[in-house]
């Protein structure tokens, strides 16, 4: 396997001074020194190949992970998200950050976790809570051994808390758990989440009675199978039975680790290293402080920074996305266009100011002219490429349509029928109806939905007309109208502002009381919750930010008003909100309190 090849370009000093180091999938600042940032960075390729290579999963990022390594404790502090973690995995507008408190190498079974997370995210799989940790716990003490690679040593403390501990959560519940349930916020839940999610995935991995099947379940979890279901169908096993050999496999005197017959991959001793500019590492923390959610620091940082260096299309750039993180793309939009005009070579940059642009002035040219400007520094930007081929596509353009949409290189499958069945009508318009009745055959697998069905033998009834019969015998197009609604998925959607789901370190408070009142203040609301000890009053500041968590197929909306009491869960922060008249600002609303009681350990 043919090494990776840097080239030395500035020889740095020891520790105490930024220095960056780069790969191909990796770019790592650190003020660690030059010797101890090769060995992380070599690490983390290794460990990157070695994962994709053993689990059989390609990533789709094209992005390097930004790994931050600061030199201890007190310099980590102003950007760390939870107050005990060593290192943590954030997914950001622009691209993934590992951050960590220092280069130890104690620390790397944490950093190998949030790296896992990373890897298993940008796979394109998606995954259950319970495995996602799981996965990651396993690969965490991934290390070389003898010329192989072991996985899945046994967490000590993992074995000790599910030994000691005599109420494990069930099954159901544990497989049911998502990052708005209890388990993940609750400090008393959350440690036994995770050694219940390492311990199965362990045992379904590496156990003999099970790890022959692992690929074949895990598949099946991807493709978005049940656990229970996957469970039965690969293994033959229920709940009930799992639960049981699982408290037998945590009590064993016997724990397997995996021994892979492989050797992490050589990487080439020499690693590019720089001395980043006090502009470019400036623009690094500021920019974590900004997807950390520390948004008035962050903002103070790009000002200073603009000061001294005006002009500058990154901090410009940087500006824009906090903005609209914090206040909405009003806000946002000068800082987009700023940018722009100096020049960004970021094509998200140019795909999201048309986005926004579009859907605050319904400007079609600029969107257009945005659109391409995006693909002429990424000619395979697919989201510019779907969102140009369905704009000309409801334009009724169905030539230039055409020549977007085979642009596009590969489908996901929620995305194969609306780009299909599109270009089946385009085809048909350009006088190729036999090559438009064979594409509307490929989209039939995708149509999984009534909706869908109707929508392609609606089409199809069309193309059986040929060009010129459907103007002499006024045959009506079946997307006459909104024709948007044949879109792919997403494409038309306003896009997510980014940073949603962070709050930054914040001191969470939970409470269990019935939900009682919604009074609806402009965009703005206010929730009342009665307990046993105390009202709540919680302020709701933007219900993009507020998660809730109901019963699987449960439909749940929130109206002004008073409520039929129910029993909720409340999970928010302790930040008076005097103009609203609130206690805290509220952030999460959990209705299923109450359901999967803990049964004992098996």
Known sequence: MRGIVFVLLLAVSGKGEWIK?????FELYTQEGERDGKSAIIFYEQIRDFFLNSSGMRVQSKTPARIIAFRNEKEYIPYRVFQHAAAFYLGAHDRDYIVMRDLDTQIRPTALHEYTHLLIKHSGATIPGWI???????????????????????????????????????????????????????????????????ALTHMLFLANDYRAKFGEFLNRIAAGGSTEESLRLVYGKTFTQIQRELGSYVRSDTFLAGLFNTKFKKITEVSIVTKPSDLEIGLVLANLLAVTRKGEEARKRYQELSAAHAGNAGI?????????????????????????????????????????????????MDYETLLKTALKLDPEYKQALMALAFH????????????????????KTDEAFSVLIAMAHCLHTLNDQEQALK?????????????????LESMLRFLQYKPEEVAQRKIPDPTEGPISNFAAPGTFDPPQRPGFGLWGEVELEK?????????????????????????????????????????????????????????????????????????????????????????PAP
Not at 537 to 545: C, K, N, R, S, V
Request: proline share 4%; net charge positive; aromatic share 8%.
């Open 21 to 25: 180091l780069a790969t191909p999938n």
């Open 132 to 198: 996602n940790e799981g996965l990651a716990e396993v690969y965490s003490t991934t290390r070389e051994l003898g010329g192989k690679v072991m996985v899945g040593e046994p967490l000590q403390g993992r074995l000790l808390d599910l030994r000691t501990n005599t109420r494990w959560i069930n099954l159901p519940s544990l497989t049911a758990v998502d990052h708005v349930s209890s388990h993940y916020s609750d400090a008393r839940r959350v440690g036994l989440f995770y050694s219940q999610s390492w």
């Open 316 to 364: 410009a750039e940087a500006m824009a996305y906090l903005e609209w993180s914090l206040q909405g793309s009003e806000k946002a939009l000068p800082h987009f266009a700023k940018a722009a005009s100096l020049g960004s070579q970021n094509p998200k940059l140019y795909f999201d100011y048309a986005m926004l642009l579009r859907m605050a002035q319904g400007k079609e």
């Open 392 to 411: 000309s596509y409801s334009h009724r353009r169905f030539g230039d349509a055409w020549g977007w949409f085979v642009k596009l290189k590969a489908l």
């Open 439 to 455: 594409m509307i055959e490929r989209a039939r697998p995708y149509a999984k939905t009534e909706t869908q069905s109707v929508r």
């Open 511 to 599: 409470t269990v009381g019935n939900f009682e009142h919604v009074e609806c203040i402009g965009e703005k609301a206010r929730v009342r919750i009665r307990s046993v000890s105390r009202v709540l009053e919680l302020a709701i500041l933007d219900p993009g930010l507020v998660f809730l968590k109901g019963t699987p197929g449960e439909t749940i909306e929130l109206n002004c008003g008073e409520q039929k009491p129910k029993e909720v869960l409340v999970i928010w922060e302790a930040k008076e909100q005097p103009e609203l008249k609130a206690n805290g600002i509220l952030r999460i609303l959990d209705f299923t309190v109450g359901k999967g009681d803990s049964p």
